[in-house]
């Protein structure tokens, strides 16, 4: 990897890793939601980063994709809080998640760490993803819970927050094989549910997938403020400007031209922890960019 860019990612792994620990600090019971992300995002941007994709805050059974509403009044309870931040230098990503627990489940969260450190111990040139997917599912089952089996891990690209290779939270026959230059999100969820998520009705994050020709002036006003701010990476509706921008998403989406991420959740009454680092592959093991130095 050119010096340049590896310097790129590991000083947004250093802003992340210093605004993770500044905001886990001010999640408790109470606290305003909305506060901790707008804390997050604006963080990032004072330390001369950008947020890769709005502050993710899910809790309890949700696992991902969770974001604050425009003026959300909501705080926090006593519940398991999952943290995920991705920050971005000249394109270049870091992302990383970690679970505060306000409810009383610390084995639970421990699961989803032991799952990570077992997959970046093994980490390096030569070492298929499926190795990694069978570490986490063995270090989970190890604390009796189960791994979340359709969520996985992934590839970080300049400008790209998911992309190859895929990385499994459970043992699959094939997997990947790393390279040196690989950079990778190892997130492990782990579950005292089943073990799947499924999608939920509601969704705050969207992303340009593609160019193609929109009539209402709303929605074309909306696209171009995303094209200029956001690239190909993901927003928040909380981050958009201008009239009818509900409709305009509606619009935008129906055509094609957004995506939209959905909250993911598992059953009912079960709880998901996460842990996740950004690990880039070395000629010589691996460097977890977004640990504290």
Request: charged share 25%.
């Amino acid at each position: 990897m050119d010096a340049e860019v590896l310097e790129k990612y590991r000083k947004a792994g250093d802003i992340l890793a210093r605004v993770r620990d500044e905001a886990s600090s001010l999640i408790d019971v109470g606290v305003s939601i909305l506060q901790v992300a707008n804390f997050v995002e604006e963080t990032i941007r004072d330390l001369g980063g950008k947020p890769a994709f709005p502050c993710n805050i899910s809790r309890d059974r949700v696992a991902a994709h969770d974001t604050p509403r425009p003026q959300d009044g909501s705080v926090f309870g006593e519940e398991m809080v999952k943290l995920d931040i991705g920050v971005h230098v000249d394109g270049y990503i870091a992302d990383a998640a970690v679970t505060v627990d306000l409810g009383g489940h610390p084995e639970l969260v421990e699961a989803s760490k032991a799952g990570l450190a077992a997959a970046i111990e093994i980490v390096g040139p030569g070492v298929s993803t499926a190795e990694l997917g069978a570490a986490i599912e063995d270090a989970i089952r190890g604390y009796g819970y189960n791994s979340v089996a359709n969520l996985t891990g992934h590839g970080l690209g300049r400008y790209q927050a998911h992309g190859e290779p895929s990385v499994p939270n459970r043992q699959i026959e094939k997997g990947v094989e790393l390279l040196p230059g690989d950079v990778i999100a190892i997130e492990p969820f782990a579950t005292d549910g089943v073990g799947r998520i499924s999608e939920a009705p509601q969704a705050e994050i969207f992303s340009f997938v593609a160019k193609r020709p929109i009539r209402a002036p709303p929605a074309r006003a909306l696209l171009n403020q995303v094209q200029e701010n956001y690239s190909t990476l993901p927003f928040a509706r909380r981050w958009l400007s201008g009239d009818r921008i509900d409709y305009s998403l509606n619009q935008l989406l129906r055509a094609g031209i957004l995506h939209r991420y959905p909250l993911l959740w598992e059953a009912e009454g079960s709880l998901v922890s996460q842990a996740e680092h950004t690990v880039i592959v070395m000629e010589n093991g691996c460097e977890v960019t977004t640990k504290p130095r």
